[in-house]
């Protein structure tokens, strides 16, 4: 079987930087029909003491990623958390949907995160709170982040919530919603998971001049650039992560078919940890079925 080999800054490459993602909860306060963790690992508790020590054990994981579910439903574990590994690290990233802001969390989460990633799927506030079946204020996010101490980004995807004809400036109006709430960078990407008819290529929010055609996994998975002062990222997956079936759905050396991890060294620049300190190699999916 031919391997394919990846560019040397792709996550899969043995040459990038070593991630680690901690699944601090499996419960969420929203519910978005493309949410990445639909199918995972439902683990029950949080034990953030084995959680710390795995991660601290594994010491080349520099980058962390803490995520849910929705982390900010059990923040005081967060914080408990963070404290325990925060000498440990050289970055510390955190996802929430931003719907339990508040001045005060940002307050405590000074000097234990380096970046939190707020995730906004539409430009506009109900349109967005469709898709997370439930509305979550910009306002509030906003308010809740004018004074931080840490990186604000916008993770966002390209989704069918946007109609046909708002998607050739949707980048745009993200980008003037960005600039709003004071963020500093936005994160755009293909959703990952998914069936074939929720699947919305970058290409239908950009031309061909703005977001121009590389090899994926050869030549790399993301674009980035800057506009109007914002850092902007594109990631768009390749032939073999797409689909609700995909087993690469982490960035991780492949065969052809994409069926199958290919067992080299490379396989340990990615790990997961569970809220009940299970470490795997990538994400934890119940087999889904068309």
């Known amino acids: 079987m031919k391997k394919l080999i990846p560019y040397k800054d792709n996550l899969c490459s043995k040459y990038a930087t070593k991630m680690l993602s901690i699944k601090i909860n499996h419960e969420c306060n929203r519910l978005c029909n493309f949410c990445v963790d639909k199918g995972g690992r439902n683990n029950k508790y949080t034990d953030t003491e084995k959680i710390a020590n795995e991660a601290i054990r594994l ?13 900010f439903i059990i923040f ?6 963070l404290e325990k590994i925060r000498t440990h690290k ?41 898709i997370f079946n439930g509305i979550i204020s910009f306002e509030n996010i906003k308010d809740s982040l004018t004074k931080r101490d840490f990186t604000f980004s916008i993770n966002s995807t390209f ?18 919603l960005v600039k709003y709430l004071s ?11 998914v069936d074939e008819k929720d699947f919305v290529p970058a290409s239908k929010f950009f031309t061909e001049n703005d977001l121009p ?9 993301t674009y980035y650039y800057n506009k109007d002062g914002v850092d902007v990222s594109v990631k768009r997956l390749c032939e073999f ?18 069926q199958k991890k290919i067992d080299i060294d490379t396989r340990d620049t990615f790990k997961v940890i569970y809220s009940d300190g299970l470490v795997t190699d990538d994400w934890i999916f119940a087999k889904c079925n068309d």
């Open 90 to 130: 050289d970055r510390i990233v955190l996802n929430t949907n931003g719907s339990l802001l508040s001045k005060k969390r940002v307050v405590r989460l000074s000097g234990l995160i380096d970046e939190l990633q707020v995730s906004i799927h539409h430009y506009d506030e109900n349109k967005n709170g469709k």
């Open 241 to 258: 992560a797409k689909g609700k079936n995909a087993i690469a759905f982490s960035c991780c050396f492949i065969n052809e078919s994409g």
């Open 183 to 193: 963020a500093d960078r936005l994160r755009l990407t293909e959703l990952k998971k």
């Open 76 to 81: 005081d574990k967060v914080i408990e958390l």
């Open 59 to 71: 010491n080349d994981y520099k980058t962390v990623i803490i995520t849910g579910g929705e982390p």
């Open 159 to 176: 989704n069918n919530g946007y109609a046909e004809e708002e998607m050739p400036n949707a980048v745009n109006k993200m980008l003037e």
């Open 213 to 221: 055609s590389i090899d994926l996994i050869t030549k790399g998975c």
